[in-house]
């Protein structure tokens, strides 16, 4: 697991999110929307990602975080390639449990 988030990591601020009610019902929706179909592939679907990827400014921000339009239905294989091709290998960013790519050391 490459990219898998180490302990201890100041991460919260996503978990919250990714753990939130807000989020698991507009996540299921939007999938359901999409017949849990990659947008990019036609496999199966598994994660909603975002396009305007989160961060710890914008994570309060349902414009951005809860919005349809900044979704992407995506199987495992797109979301890796989408992630890897905007710079997964740098080393100050990671994949948090929902798929999406993160930062390692969110600004104080
Ligand atoms: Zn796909
Ligand atoms: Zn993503």
Redesign the pocket.
């Known amino acids: 697991m490459l990219f898998r988030a180490g302990d201890g990591m100041a991460k919260d601020w996503v978990i919250d999110f990714c753990n939130s009610k807000a989020w698991e019902d507009c996540r299921l929706a939007f999938m359901r929307s999409k017949f849990f179909i990659c947008e990019r592939c036609g496999g199966a679907a598994t ?1 909603a ?2 396009i305007t ?1 989160l961060t710890p400014k914008n994570i309060n921000d349902p414009n951005v975080t809860l919005n349809w339009d900044n979704l ?1 239905a ?1 199987c495992q294989d797109c ?1 890796n390639k ?2 890897i091709s905007k710079g997964a290998t740098r080393e100050d960013v990671m ?1 948090d449990e ?4 993160i930062p390692k050391y969110p600004p104080q």
């Open positions: 994660i990602h975002h990827y992407e995506l979301h989408e992630h994949f929902q798929g999406d790519l």
